[in-house]
């Protein structure tokens, strides 16, 4: 049986991280199953965790009036879920998900920021793995919102 220093080496999250930083964030993961339908976290609940998804998809949730949950992003294996545990007041932005048999790795958020505020290394390292990420989805939602633009004046 892999140890969570094992799963962890072969996510993609962690590539190139040195054993050192790999086994101080270890501390703060474990390992999760989640069945389709189950929730990893609520919109505007604490947002204390992020999630590496190791197989299956989650996907991203908003509730839109009159709609209903609108889906805006599916997150696959291979990926991460979850920043606003990085941000204050730490409030979970969306409903996370399962929509398949799900296994990731999840983060304490509150342990990982205490790791990264006493090792400006650690959190530095954390960054570089999660702004990327980021920054692409959010590209892909201008690419999104600029289609849906075109579209409407079509």
């Given at each position: 049986m892999k140890d969570i220093a094992d799963l962890l080496r072969h996510h993609p999250f962690t590539e190139g991280l040195d054993e050192e930083t790999l086994a101080l964030?270890?501390?703060?993961a474990k390992n999760v199953v989640l069945q389709p339908g189950d929730y990893l976290?609520?919109?505007?609940?604490?947002?204390?965790?992020?999630?590496?998804?190791?197989?299956?998809?989650?996907?991203l949730e908003t509730f839109v009036p009159g709609r209903g949950a609108f889906t805006f992003l599916t997150v696959k294996s291979g990926e991460i879920l979850g920043a606003d545990w990085l941000i204050p007041p730490y409030r979970?932005?969306?409903d996370a998900r399962a929509i398949e048999l799900t296994r990731a790795i999840a983060f304490d958020g509150k342990c990982l920021r205490g790791k990264c505020e006493a090792d400006p290394r650690v959190g530095y390292e954390m960054m570089k793995r999660f702004i990327p990420p980021l920054v692409k989805r959010l590209q892909s939602a201008r690419m999104q919102a600029l289609g849906m633009y075109?579209?409407?004046?079509a």
């Open positions: 964030v270890a501390g703060c976290h609520r919109e505007g609940a604490a947002a204390d965790s992020f999630y590496l998804v190791r197989h299956g998809a989650v996907a979970s932005s969306f075109d579209a409407a004046n």
